[in-house]
């Protein structure tokens, strides 16, 4: 019994001596790993730690070069600040020079179409007295010949053809005489032929009246001759006068193109004067926008958040009158293409609450700026980093395009 209970107490120890070395080894094996466990974390904390100091003298050195480069910008945007001034300086000194130059353009311009004008009214007043001093003399001499070649034309061939119908009865008279002569003599001789105691002298005297009869005769053919020949000297007469009437009539149209067409050069000259004087006035004109397109450029390339903010110092360095930023204001309304805004500014131009700058002032930040936005463009508007990027035409592009 006691032998049974020894080796089963010797068992135990055995086996709890082998539990023992079997926990004690785990054990052992737990603290070494442990160890190395500690050592790693150690390693990887120190390297850790060794890393976060490099990035921490990183971050100093990258904080130092930031500085620098802040302060190096600032230099920039100081120096940029004073170019902008020079640059605007130099802008406002070509824009004075320019605009001296186009106004001293436009008075010699004007004073030479003045002149011009003045030369070219002259001219044809002096053209106008000549031509008045001129058809008045050829009229009153031209209704004098036409009178004469009326006269002419009327008495002379009625008293020529009177003249020849007189003569020609004569001549007709006397022919009829001469055939009666010569009948008689015929008969006269027949019956001396017959008759052979007929005395001599009756013969003589018929021989003196047949004679007689053909002088009279040939000179009335010299007559005829010359009547005809006064006729046709007439005839010729009367062509040539018909001929002068015609030259006449003909000068009288002259005169009247002549007259039609001083008229015309006359109306062209006021046309040429009305001409001048829109010429003029779209120079000035063109002046004016050059002017305002220059301002107007200018102010659309500043920053919202500023030119908001700055407004009066804007008035002053552009050198806008209230007259002319009323009208850019109303230009970047017009732009925004946004009805109830354009509605309210015409309003405002009815009841005539605009005439001030400061009226118009609040009236273009609350009706342009605020009634204009919605919700979400308000907050897009008072996001300082948007504004600071943003120019006032993208201003007035992004709200009509969200209108």
């Known amino acids: 019994m006691e032998s049974a209970f020894k080796a089963k107490t010797d068992l135990l120890e055995r086996e709890y001596s082998r539990e023992l070395s079997t926990v004690s080894v785990r054990a052992r094996e737990e603290v070494q790993q442990e160890f190395l466990h500690s050592a790693l974390l150690a390693d990887v904390i120190r390297n850790e730690t060794a890393e976060l100091n490099g990035e921490l003298t990183l971050v100093r050195v990258a904080n130092h070069e930031l500085g620098v480069r802040v302060d190096e910008q600032a230099c920039t945007v100081d120096r940029l600040r004073v170019e902008r001034m020079e ?28 002149a011009a004008v003045a030369d070219v009214n002259r001219q044809m007043e002096r053209l106008w007295r000549d031509d008045e001093v001129t058809i008045s003399g050829r009229r009153s001499v031209w209704a004098t010949e036409c009178q004469h070649i009326k006269d002419e034309l009327i008495d002379e061939p009625e008293a020529i053809r009177a003249q020849v119908c007189h003569e020609t009865d004569e001549l007709k008279g006397s022919l009829h005489l001469k055939n009666r002569v010569i009948a008689q003599l015929d008969r006269d001789l027949a019956e001396s032929s017959t008759v052979p105691s007929t005395s001599c002298l009756g013969c003589a005297e018929l021989k003196r009246e047949v004679l007689r009869l053909n002088s009279m005769c040939a000179s009335n053919a010299d007559e005829e001759r010359r009547l005809n020949t006064v006729v046709e000297a007439a005839e010729f007469r009367i062509r040539v006068l018909v001929e002068k009437s015609r030259e006449s009539e003909a000068n009288v149209e002259l005169l009247t193109e002549m007259n039609a067409e001083r008229c015309m050069l006359a109306e062209q000259v006021s046309n040429d004067r009305i001409l001048l004087e829109e010429e003029r006035r779209a120079m000035a004109a063109q002046l004016d926008a050059e002017k305002q397109s220059l301002k107007l450029e200018s102010v659309d390339k500043l920053q919202l958040d500023h030119f908001l903010g700055h407004l009066d110092g ?90």
């Not at 605007?88 to 179409?113: K, N």
């Not at 008035?315 to 509605?343: A, C, P």
């Open 87 to 114: 640059s605007l300086e130099r802008i406002r000194a070509e824009r004075d020079r320019t605009v001296h130059e186009l106004s001293a353009e436009i008075a010699r311009r004007r004073a030479v179409g003045k």
């Open 314 to 403: 804007l008035q002053v360095e552009f050198r806008l009158s209230d007259v002319e930023l009323i009208h850019i204001f109303e230009y970047r309304v017009s732009d925004s293409k946004i009805r109830t805004v354009q509605d309210c500014w015409a309003r405002r131009y009815r009841e005539g609450s605009n005439t001030t700058w400061c009226g118009t002032r609040s009236a273009f930040y609350k009706e342009f700026v605020q009634k204009s936005m919605s919700a979400k463009m308000v907050e897009i508007t008072m996001n300082s980093t948007r504004k600071a990027k943003e120019t006032v035409r993208e201003y007035a592009w992004r709200i009509s395009d969200a209108a």
